[in-house]
């Protein structure tokens, strides 16, 4: 069965520092994996996604990905963080096997600091 | 609508009460998830519909909790005899099949039983 992990329950980041936020996955073939943000008392967005293709894939926000099949990794990264960026993340991978169901991670807490 | 609705948005009942949820799916999506939300905290899967296989109900937490999708659109979530621990965000989010996966998320139906 496929499943998704992000090892960190929180980030902080000083305002203007790079920032990653960590996901590893296991499949079964091809994974399809997913970034998903929730803002303070808002619903879940989709920031981006990895199919196929350039494993760097750049998503809303100024957000990027980079996808790393040897390391069975998809971290989410950004340049340059703002403290609008803080939230909560959710790496998810789509389960081929299991009917296309869309797994998700329990979540990252993102904190930028001023 | 365009996007995915849930009603109501907020719901205060007293312990022991049974509670209906609804969420409207976009039009055409096949695919409907239920997720609950404590206090900001990672995504607990209840049930996913997808089309017209059997719905995966392997995350619904008691027999209280039992979901149902009316003509492949309308999902109605509900839990009989309420608990305080039922007190959460319920999120519905759906998505069409036959793409690359990419949920829609409504905002949600904060759920306190007192």
């Known amino acids: ?114 | 609508g365009a996007g995915v609705s849930q009603s109501p948005s907020n719901k205060v009942t007293e312990k022991g009460k049974d509670v209906e949820l609804r969420c409207d799916p976009i039009s055409g999506h096949t695919a409907l998830y239920w997720y609950r939300q404590s206090l900001g905290q990672g995504l607990e899967f209840l049930i996913y519909f997808q089309g017209n296989s059997a719905p995966d109900k392997s995350g619904l937490p008691s027999d209280r909790f039992s979901a149902e999708r009316t003509g492949g659109s309308v999902s109605t979530l509900t839990i009989q005899r309420t608990q305080q621990e039922d007190s959460a965000v319920y999120l519905c989010a759906s998505s069409f099949r036959r793409d690359t996966g990419e949920l829609f998320f409504g905002e949600g139906s904060r759920l306190t039983v007192l």
Do not use: M
């Not at chain 1, 943000?37 to 894939?57: E, S």
């Open chain 1, 1 to 114: 069965a496929q499943s998704v992990a992000q090892p960190e329950d929180q980030v902080n980041v000083a305002e203007g520092n790079p920032l990653t936020v960590k996901c590893t996955y296991s499949v079964s073939g091809n994974p399809y994996l997913f970034w998903y943000v929730q803002y303070p008392n808002r619903g879940l967005q989709f920031l981006l996604k990895y199919i196929t293709g350039d494993n760097l894939v750049k998503g809303s926000y100024g957000f990027e990905a980079e996808f790393n099949k040897s390391q069975t990794s998809f971290h989410l990264k950004k340049p340059s963080a703002l403290v609008s960026d803080s939230a909560l993340y959710f790496c998810a991978v789509r389960d081929l096997n299991r009917d296309d169901k869309i797994i998700f991670g329990k979540g990252t807490r993102l904190h930028i600091l001023p």
